[in-house]
């Protein structure tokens, strides 16, 4: 009997079926190149990469650097031993961030069970959204946030893991303000007041990004003062608030910083919490970086009047080195108000009829659809070393602020911007060509420029990686941060040595 229903590829080039009847990817191929790939990046990240005697850095400029790495994307594709050389490239001419004089950045160093999480996560490519998807990853979640939350002093409440401390901070106040105006999901901004965010003078420039992306407007963000050592002055706060409700706007939103990001300061966390009972406003803490002072009984009264906040936020991928990104926002709320605030309870993925308890479908919490998994690597780090673990890297880390404090006051050149309150360490080098010279007309100026060509002439040469930035009226300082878990004392030794020898002929 004839057939029916004739395959419409019948009588055509059979490697047209072949194709479509083989996978498109060699698998075999893959895992080779996928195998030779992983001993690139052990040799040349894992191993150079954190080596001493190593460089932070191979700097190119950009041109050059664009050809070495032959960036053309093309038509076809090229063969695996050219794909291993472009491999090769990338991990030679990036930045060794896990080189224990990588000091640029308030992340740094690595820990190798939260690398292996992170390998875990990206080959699962995992996300985060129902339970049915991420079964595990939904229920460790949950365990991370509630440990975060306990270190805090919460025994219940809410959280989600956030694509970076800026975001941590976003969400806090769009919750903020709907908890405030529940009407604003639906009926925009056009009903509501003129809303007033408080924030410090030293505070993240994410709270001027925030309010400007969710339509608060810049102009709406009131900076309070801040004292000597860059810490909000809460007497400051309340005059603000006060003023700002004299003029026909609705204060809602405080965000207090524990650890400010250049000079590391805490505000008064009990005394704000004070001023924000007293006006019924959120208060909310950017604890991006100090957040992690909570595992140590040495430090953690520098976080005294945490549990009295609204949120947290709170970035384990600094101090604790969990590896980028791995931040939380933490909620003291009950009310499931992340839910309440940004579910648009979209049928094709949150369906309530499901086989299996639909609030383990977190989803919904999130402003993101695709959601990466970041507890995995925190929590593997966790079970690993466990709290104490946590507790002797922050101890540590402080240790060698204090160790590297006190051989700069045994220096010439080496002026402190301050004592530190935290490991960041801010000071100004002082060539021998302007010392003694403070009362010239021209010597701020001078001063502005010697960090610039120190930074300038140690990436150059590759052996370590500082910042440095002007705050206010004060020019040009460094500000080196030691926490990594690579960092020795023959590091912050090798540190002074190297910034004397690059500024001596200033």
Not at 67 to 81: A, C, I, V, Y
Not at 197 to 213: C, L, N, P
Not at 431 to 438: F, I, L, T, V, Y
Request: with cysteine; net charge negative; hydrophobic share 40%.
């Amino acid at each position: 009997m004839a057939n029916m229903f004739p395959d419409p590829l019948e009588g055509q080039d059979s490697g047209i079926l072949r194709d479509l009847n083989e996978p498109l990817v060699d698998h075999t191929e893959g895992q080779l190149f996928l195998n030779d790939a992983f001993k690139i990046i052990m040799e040349e990240v894992l191993c150079k990469g954190t080596d001493v005697n190593q460089k932070v850095c191979e700097w190119k400029e950009p041109e050059e650097l664009a050809l070495l790495l032959d960036l053309e994307l093309r038509e076809t594709g090229e063969p695996s031993h050219r794909l291993l050389q472009r491999v090769k490239d990338v991990a030679k001419y990036s930045i060794k961030t896990s080189h224990p004089r990588f000091l640029n950045q308030q992340f740094a160093g690595v820990d190798y069970h939260s690398l292996a999480g992170r390998f875990l996560t990206e080959a699962l490519n995992t996300n985060l959204f129902t339970y049915e998807v991420a079964p595990v990853f939904v229920l460790m979640e949950t365990e991370v946030l509630r440990g975060l939350r306990q270190m805090i002093g919460w025994t219940e409440g809410d959280g989600l893991f956030c694509p970076g401390g800026s975001a941590s901070n976003m969400y806090a106040m769009n919750l903020a303000r709907y908890q405030r105006f529940p009407e604003v999901k639906s009926k925009g901004l056009c009903g509501l007041p003129r809303l007033n965010i408080f924030t410090s003078s030293e505070s993240h420039y994410s709270v001027q990004k925030g309010a400007a992306f969710l339509g608060i407007g810049t102009d709406n963000v009131i900076i309070v003062q801040v004292d000597e050592r860059g810490r909000m002055i809460p007497d400051d706060l309340d005059e603000k608030i006060k003023l700002a409700q004299s003029q026909g706007a609705v204060p809602f939103f405080v965000s207090c910083m524990s650890g400010t990001t250049v000079r590391g300061a805490f505000d008064p966390l009990d005394r704000i919490a004070d001023v924000c009972e007293k006006h019924k406003l959120w208060m909310h803490i950017d604890a991006a970086w100090g957040g992690s002072v909570l595992f140590s009984k040495q430090h953690s009264h520098l976080m005294k009047g945490v549990h009295r906040a609204n949120s947290v936020a709170w970035n384990p991928h600094k101090m604790l080195a969990a590896g980028l990104q791995c931040s939380a926002l933490l909620l003291q709320d009950t009310t499931n108000l992340l839910k309440k605030c940004h579910s648009a309870n979209a049928t094709y993925l949150f369906q309530q009829d499901k086989f299996y308890d639909v609030n383990l479908d977190v989803g919904d919490k999130s402003v993101q659809c695709s959601r990466k998994v970041d507890c995995l690597k925190l929590w593997l780090m966790w079970k690993a070393v466990g709290s104490i673990g946590f507790t002797e890297r922050v101890d540590k880390a402080f240790s060698h602020a204090r160790y590297l404090v006190e051989q700069m006051k045994k220096r010439e050149g080496f002026h402190l911007l301050h004592e530190p309150e935290f490991v960041n360490v801010c000071f100004w080098f002082v060539p021998p060509s302007m010392r003694g010279k403070e009362g010239d007309a021209d010597y701020q100026d001078r001063l502005a420029k010697v960090a610039p060509v120190i930074k300038e002439r140690m990436i150059k040469q590759g052996t370590m990686m500082v910042g440095y930035q002007p705050l206010g009226n004060k020019v040009n300082f460094f500000r080196v941060v030691v926490f990594s878990p690579q960092l020795s004392q023959k590091d912050m030794d090798f540190f002074i040595d190297e910034i004397e020898r690059l500024g001596i002929d200033l």
